[in-house]
């Protein structure tokens, strides 16, 4: 069965940090590309970050781009955001999502608040 469980959110201020994780189980993770999504309070899920298969190429929404990094620990089953100088706009519940068919499988999600 495959499983995807992010963690790591909580409440940060203005300017602090962060580091989500979204730990995979059920399929062969290092074969596949990763995503991270957020939806904010009465708005749309977004895209946030991706991350490719080997060699682990990435791309960043622009509102993100300089301050969230994506990354992989294929030994781990396991993919990162380390988000840094974060803003009351980046709150939301983050998500975690992966493509092994035509439509994503989704982790629960993760709540961040950034709120002073």
């Known amino acids: 069965q495959v499983q995807l469980v992010e963690s790591g959110g909580g409440l940060v201020q203005p300017g602090g940090s962060l580091r989500l994780s979204c730990t995979t189980s059920?399929?062969?993770?290092?074969?596949?590309?990763m995503n991270w999504y957020r939806q904010a309070p009465g708005k749309e899920r977004e895209f946030v970050a991706t991350?490719?298969?080997?060699?682990?190429?990435?791309n960043y929404a622009d509102s993100v781009k300089g301050r969230f990094t994506v990354s992989r620990d294929n030994a781990k089953n396991t993919m990162y955001l380390q988000m840094n100088s974060l803003k009351p706009e980046d709150t939301g519940v983050y998500f975690c999502?992966?493509?092994?068919?035509?439509?994503?499988?989704w982790g629960q999600g993760t709540q961040v608040t950034v709120s002073s």
């Open positions: 999502n992966v493509y092994l068919g035509r439509d994503p499988t």
């Open positions: 059920g399929f062969t993770f290092s074969r596949y590309g």
């Open positions: 991350i490719t298969s080997i060699p682990g190429i990435t």
